[in-house]
């Protein structure tokens, strides 16, 4: 099993100086609870256990829900509001799994994988009496292979091994 990860960093828009003047139009800046709610791996892997052939790719997209008071200030005008819960359901993480079909198609210099996405899971974990803690798939949708038309491409894909740090 090969996994990568990255998390999302801030990253500034630059606006011209005319448009700097408008007031509706501000650069958008992540703070660092919302950039650190989410989460992306890729899981490369092979389908049967004794096998080492790469022939599973999986994308997941784990989320974190944040509250209100993560992201509006105590001097906002808005401050009223920061206790309101919007999370009546008390989800704790939600996971979204694209599962892709791969093929190597080369391994030297970069690792390129042709894939078909297979499908897509939502798996949800909280707190609520209708929710599971440790988490249960809530939606799984099969999607048909139409071969190499649509929902499939050649991508270059790191791979990190004992050998990379």
């Known amino acids: 099993l090969i996994a990568t990860t990255r998390t999302l960093k801030s990253t500034t828009v630059k606006v011209p100086e005319g448009v700097k003047k408008l007031p509706f139009l501000r650069a958008p800046k992540l703070s660092d609870s919302i950039r650190n709610s989410v989460t992306v791996l890729q899981s490369i892997r092979s389908e049967a256990e004794e096998s080492s052939e790469i022939d599973r790719i999986d994308h997941v997209i784990q989320y974190t829900p944040l509250t209100l008071s993560d992201f509006i200030p105590e001097d906002s005008p808005l401050s009223a509001i920061r206790s309101w819960n919007v999370n009546p359901l008390e989800v704790s993480k939600s996971k979204i799994t694209l599962v892709h079909d791969a093929e190597v198609e080369s391994v030297e210099p970069t690792l390129t994988t042709k894939l078909g996405l297979k499908s ?46």
């Open 120 to 165: 897509v899971v939502v798996n949800v974990a909280g707190t609520s009496q209708y929710l599971e803690a440790d988490g249960a798939d809530i939606l799984g949708l099969n999607i048909p292979s139409l071969g190499d038309f649509a929902s499939s491409g050649s991508f270059d894909s790191i791979y990190v091994d004992e050998n990379v740090r």
